[in-house]
């Protein structure tokens, strides 16, 4: 599931292939994407040009020059895929945006989960995120206040988006470990010590992760607990642990996360 360094990393290359550009037309090749593009809202969004795509958390926002906005959330498996006129599209091309000149942008995304909104002028998609994890503003001090403020796993806090923004499944493990922290502690019982610890060690995994597309990881990502249930802790060398709480997997090492 793509989290926030692969979020970036696609709204960057989807900066290079639209901005400026016109889309020319929006096309929506599955039943899902199509109930959200009605024809009234291709019509809306057809002869616009981008100026701007933003990111928040793992939300994207294409700017379009009339004031609209196209909000995007990839969910599990979605992904940009640009392609010249002649290039066939991939095989699960959901959305296709068509520039001018036959370019194209498609959102590919074989479990068909990836979202695409339209909103009016004026209309600012409501997000309710947390701040972003290298915002300057969230201090050791912010960030220890907002942990205080709940009292369920650090784990499960981490995910919340609305108490920051962009860590899924992956980097909530690594950041932890990298901390120390068991994932079952409360978040409001972490002291400052911790909670400062826990924000450095965050912005570490996020500044390490390999940027690429998600599930490609040709790269050997460098995960030290996550998704190596019973391989050797590479700190202390205890068998890494998983358990699966909610639909999820957590995984932490027993001898060093504390
Ligand atoms: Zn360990």
Request: positive net charge; charged residues 25%.
């Amino acid at each position: 599931m793509p989290e926030l360094p692969e979020v970036e990393a696609a709204a960057r290359r989807l900066r290079r292939a639209l901005v400026g550009r016109t889309i020319v037309a929006i096309a929506a090749r599955h039943a899902t994407p199509r109930r959200h593009l009605p024809p009234r809202i291709r019509a809306a969004v057809a002869g616009r040009q981008v100026r701007a795509i933003d990111r928040r958390g793992k939300h994207q926002l294409l700017r379009l020059d009339d004031g609209a906005t196209l909000h995007v959330h990839f969910r599990m498996t979605g992904d940009w895929v640009v392609g010249r006129a002649a290039q066939p599209l991939p095989r699960h091309a959901r959305v296709v945006l068509t520039l001018d000149g036959g370019d194209w942008v498609a959102l590919d995304d074989p479990r068909v989960l990836a979202t695409v909104a339209y909103h009016a002028p004026g209309d600012e998609p409501a997000l309710g995120l947390g701040p972003e994890p290298f915002d300057r503003a969230l201090t050791p001090a912010a960030w220890h206040a907002r942990l205080r403020a709940r009292r369920a796993p650090i784990k499960a806090v981490l995910l919340d988006q609305s108490v920051l923004a962009g860590l899924g499944n992956i980097y909530a493990a690594e950041a932890l470990w990298a901390a120390g922290l068991r994932p079952t502690l409360r978040a409001d019982r972490l002291t400052r010590a911790q909670a400062t610890a826990l924000l450095a060690a965050i912005r570490g995994v996020l500044r390490a992760a390999p940027q690429g597309r998600y599930w490609r990881r040709a790269d050997g990502a460098p995960w030290r607990v996550y998704d190596r249930a019973g391989a050797p802790c590479p700190r202390c060398g205890r068998p890494i642990r998983r358990r699966v709480h909610a639909g999820r997997s957590t995984y932490w090492c027993p001898g060093c996360q504390r």
